[in-house]
T-cell receptor, first 115, second 114 residues
Framework: ETGVTQSPTHLIKTRGQQVTLRCSSQ?????VSWYQQALGQGPQFIFQ???????GRGNFPPRFSGLQFPNYSSELNVNALELDDSALYLC??????????????FGPGTRLLVL | AQSVTQLDSQVPVFEEAPVELRCNYS??????LFWYVQYPNQGLQLLLK??????LVKGINGFEAEFNKSQTSFHLRKPSVHISDTAEYFC????????????FGTGTQLKVEL
């Protein structure tokens, strides 16, 4: 059983640029969630995808968008990068359903620095 | 909406001493509760979870937590810590019914000293 993987591990961009982060879900999981963790803070929910459709969104502007592919891998896209977008971006996979199926398993994260 | 409070931002403790990391939550609906650990420059690893049933749950690495519904708490404990337990610990909740968003606390930095 493979765990959640993310790429790249680190990224440096300049203000105004666009970035794409990638995530591969744990084997068998059909739901992926993305979180932003600013330095010294807890993770904040960006959005979740289930069966290639957005299935819930946190308080993030539309320039944060995502995709989920038929193999359940996922992308997080951020347009018009701002300095405050500098953070660790975490992907988590789970199964859709109740109880233990709601448990989310996290990847190692992508650290984004915007200059 | 849910919220999670971790009052202790840092907890220093000597090796082999017991430790308790506090977590309180607020929610108008039933929730599931989780503790995650984050080692430096890494993602989050699930320590344990409470879904239903026995209020005392055991997790990995010798950690356990007790769910107290009346006090809306889910404190994490370990009877004897090791240097390798030094990490950031996050408490989180998710609605037991509809809803798919994990809400995290701000974390507690556990520093184990010799």
């Amino acid at each position: 059983e493979t765990g959640v993987t993310q790429s790249p591990t680190h990224l440096i961009k300049t203000r105004g640029q666009q970035v794409t982060l990638r995530c591969s879900s744990q084997s068998g999981h059909n739901t992926v969630s993305w979180y932003q963790q600013a330095l010294g803070q807890g993770p904040q929910f960006i959005f979740q995808y289930y069966r290639e459709e957005e299935n819930g969104r946190g308080n993030f502007p539309p320039r944060f968008s995502g995709l989920q592919f038929p193999n359940y891998s996922s992308e997080l896209n951020v347009n018009a990068l701002e300095l405050d977008d500098s953070a660790l971006y975490l992907c988590a996979s789970s199964l859709d359903g109740q109880g233990a199926l709601k448990t989310q398993y996290f990847g190692p994260g992508t650290r984004l620095l915007v200059l | 909406a849910q919220s999670v409070t971790q009052l202790d931002s840092q907890v220093p403790v000597f090796e082999e001493a017991p430790v308790e990391l506090r977590c309180n939550y607020s929610s108008s609906v039933s929730v599931y509760l989780f503790w995650y650990v984050q080692y430096p420059n890494q993602g989050l690893q699930l320590l344990l979870k409470y879904l239903s049933g026995s209020t005392l749950v055991k997790g990995i690495n010798g950690f356990e937590a007790e769910f107290n519904k009346s006090q809306t708490s889910f404190h994490l404990r370990k009877p004897s810590v090791h240097i390798s337990d030094t990490a950031e610990y996050f408490c989180a909740v998710i609605p037991a019914g509809g809803g798919n968003k994990l809400t995290f606390g701000t974390g507690t930095q556990l520093k184990v000293e010799l």
